[in-house]
């Protein structure tokens, strides 16, 4: 099976129904997202696009972009989804350095892509978008040339590249995560097997679509012929619009980071809301504060909680399941859970040695959907797994098995249940998205007054976690909170941009002359 073949079977069991809906009621069926795609496809085939390429999606969420998706699936390639919010510069780095060969934009981002792609040496054909919508758009770019002949659907292999999501990275540039047709479709059945899907269904699509949320948004309900709702930026960040597009949608599956419900529960009125077809809420990407998680039960208690977790190199690797009702004493968050049925997990020491249950150690991850690596980076795809006998086979127990170190660290308690305790490194969980401490430190040293920085995170009771930046400038006067904000807009994407900045005359030191961190943390 490959994610091409969800929307090829959809189309001859589900034609009419719909496929995917914007908000003011606009729709399309299988049958036209199909058709859609294909035209696409046939123009990517015309534009030398060949299976194992690599093609860009620089839109914002609209239904052009699920038929741009399905439309570069069908010709073998792998697509590569940008943040459309993010900096130009950023996302054109991206581009070049998996070498796409054609990217499809809209023309409200073209100049600032083409500058960007010149300076990254790089040149893949655009196909341009007026103005994204309803899948009209695309329809239209498509018209403006001669049709293109058809070409067949690629059925890739298992192993085939699907998708690159480009992460944050610690070298200050982001890195691509890898996804194979079997680490998609693997977590697609497993879904399958645990929420159950219908084609009555309506799922949710917040997470955008260069997140790793948007795998299960787009290809879990297209296999099961359900209709996916689509939830543009704007309205997603504006609690009361958003909980009344839930009503409005019909959403019978909620899927989202645990801050956005947790804007719902505070500032989207939800009581005031028929939320009675809601059947599902699921939620990943950070932990989910209690007090926020028994407000929303307590105004939703029929539909079944799952708390899900995984990095983008594993998607979804665990879950717990909630009970159907939360103790009013609780105050520790749930547990990230048992591992998923299509994966392993064991807790390993720094040796890498499976450590006693109940013990820290680090969460370590093997199974189908656990991403190759990292695109273009062999240092760090080595880096990141941990070669061990761990769950060899009885032939051979001294055969080494791969395991994606999370960076986790974790207990395994009664039951296989592990509880989440912390990171080992610099990487955070900020609105569900990844973020590597280091890649904001670099961007601030680029600023020209910018002496040192120093970033760390601090937990938050309204926002989750809050980003602080510790900086010291080269003539000791303060730059203006303004300008640094306007400065790290130009390079990084918005969620990643400090909530605070602190100056100091210098920042403190070890006594090997590094920054330290832990006296920074202690002066919070």
């Keep these: 099976m490959t994610l091409q073949r969800y929307l090829e079977d959809a189309v001859a069991q589900h034609g009419e129904r719909v496929a995917v809906r914007e908000p003011g009621d606009v729709a399309i069926t299988y049958r036209e997202l199909g058709e859609l795609s294909d035209r696409l496809r046939d123009r990517l085939v015309a534009l030398g696009v060949e299976p194992g390429d690599r093609v860009g999606i620089y839109l914002r969420k609209t239904i052009d972009t699920v038929a741009s998706i399905f439309g570069i699936l069908k010709t073998g390639a792998a697509y590569v989804p940008v943040d459309p919010s993010a900096p130009p510069a950023r996302n054109a780095f991206i581009f070049g350095n998996c070498s796409v060969k054609v990217a499809i934009t809209e023309s409200r981002f073209e100049a600032g892509l083409r500058k960007h792609l010149a300076e990254e040496k790089a040149a893949p054909e655009l196909i341009v978008i007026?103005?994204?919508?309803?899948?009209?758009?695309?329809k239209k770019a498509l018209d403006a040339s001669p049709r293109a002949p058809q070409s067949a659907t690629v059925y890739t292999s298992a192993d085939a590249l699907a998708y690159i999501l480009y992460t944050s990275g610690s070298t200050g540039k982001p890195k691509g995560v890898m996804l194979t047709q079997r680490n998609a479709t693997s977590?697609?059945?497993?879904?399958?097997?645990?929420?159950?899907?219908?084609?009555?269904?309506?799922?949710?699509?917040?997470?955008?679509?260069?997140?790793?949320?948007?795998?299960?948004?787009?290809?879990?309900?297209?296999?099961?012929?359900?209709?996916?709702?689509?939830?543009?930026?704007?309205?997603?960040?504006?609690?009361?619009?958003?909980?009344?597009?839930?009503?409005?949608?019909?959403?019978?599956?909620?899927?989202?980071?645990?801050?956005?419900?947790?804007?719902?529960?505070?500032?989207?009125?939800?009581?005031?809301?028929?939320?009675?077809?809601?059947?599902?809420?699921?939620?990943?990407?950070?932990?989910?504060?209690?007090?926020?998680?028994?407000?929303?039960?307590?105004?939703?208690?029929?539909?079944?909680?799952?708390?899900?977790?995984?990095?983008?190199?594993?998607?979804?690797?665990?879950?717990?399941?909630?009970?159907?009702?939360?103790?009013?004493?609780?105050?520790?968050?749930?547990?990230?859970?048992?591992?998923?049925?299509?994966?392993?997990?064991?807790?390993?020491?720094?040796?890498?040695n499976v450590v006693t249950k109940g013990e820290r150690g680090e969460l370590v991850i093997r199974g189908a959907s656990v991403?190759?690596?990292?695109?273009?980076?062999?240092?760090?795809?080595?880096?990141?797994?941990?070669?061990?006998?761990?769950?060899?086979?009885?032939?051979?127990?001294?055969?080494?098995?791969?395991?994606?170190?999370?960076?986790?660290?974790?207990?395994?308690?009664?039951?296989?249940?592990?509880?989440?305790?912390?990171?080992?490194?610099?990487?955070?969980?900020?609105?569900?998205?990844?973020?590597?401490?280091?890649?904001?430190?670099?961007?601030?040293?680029r600023h020209p007054q910018v002496r040192e920085a120093a970033v760390i995170a601090l937990p938050d009771d309204?926002?989750?976690?809050?980003?602080?930046?510790?900086?010291?400038?080269?003539?000791?006067?303060?730059?203006?909170?303004?300008?640094?904000?306007?400065?790290?807009?130009?390079?990084?994407?918005?969620?990643?941009?400090?909530?605070?900045?602190?100056?100091?005359?210098?920042?403190?030191?070890?006594?090997?002359?590094k920054t330290d961190y832990q006296a920074l943390m202690r002066m919070e």
């Excluded at 509880?419 to 401490?437: C, N, P, S």
């Excluded at 730059?479 to 920042?507: N, R, T």
């Design 130 to 138: 007026d103005e994204a919508g309803g899948g009209v758009g695309l």
């Design 187 to 352: 977590f697609v059945d497993w879904c399958s097997e645990t929420f159950e899907p219908v084609p009555s269904d309506v799922f949710s699509s917040h997470a955008p679509f260069h997140f790793d949320l948007s795998i299960l948004d787009i290809y879990t309900p297209l296999k099961h012929g359900a209709t996916l709702a689509l939830i543009p930026e704007d309205i997603g960040k504006e609690p009361q619009k958003l909980a009344q597009l839930m009503v409005d949608a019909g959403i019978t599956v909620w899927y989202s980071t645990p801050s956005i419900l947790s804007l719902l529960v505070q500032y989207g009125k939800l009581e005031e809301k028929d939320l009675s077809r809601i059947r599902t809420v699921l939620f990943a990407g950070e932990v989910f504060p209690i007090v926020h998680l028994k407000a929303l039960h307590k105004i939703l208690p029929k539909p079944r909680y799952f708390n899900l977790y995984g990095p983008t190199e594993t998607n979804v690797c665990t879950f717990y399941e909630l009970p159907s009702s939360i103790p009013a004493d609780r105050a520790d968050p749930f547990p990230i859970g048992v591992v998923c049925s299509h994966l392993e997990a064991a807790v390993v020491d720094d040796e890498g």
């Design 371 to 445: 991403t190759p690596g990292y695109w273009n980076l062999p240092e760090q795809t080595a880096k990141a797994y941990l070669n061990s006998g761990i769950g060899a086979g009885d032939d051979d127990k001294r055969a080494e098995v791969r395991w994606y170190k999370t960076g986790d660290i974790v207990t395994e308690e009664a039951g296989g249940v592990y509880i989440y305790a912390g990171r080992k490194d610099r990487m955070v969980k900020k609105r569900g998205y990844r973020v590597e401490l280091g890649e904001i430190e670099s961007c601030l040293y």
């Design 462 to 513: 309204e926002l989750g976690l809050k980003v602080r930046a510790h900086l010291s400038t080269r003539d000791g006067e303060r730059i203006s909170v303004i300008a640094l904000k306007g400065f790290c807009a130009q390079h990084l994407p918005v969620y990643m941009i400090p909530d605070v900045f602190a100056f100091h005359g210098e920042l403190p030191k070890t006594s090997t002359e």
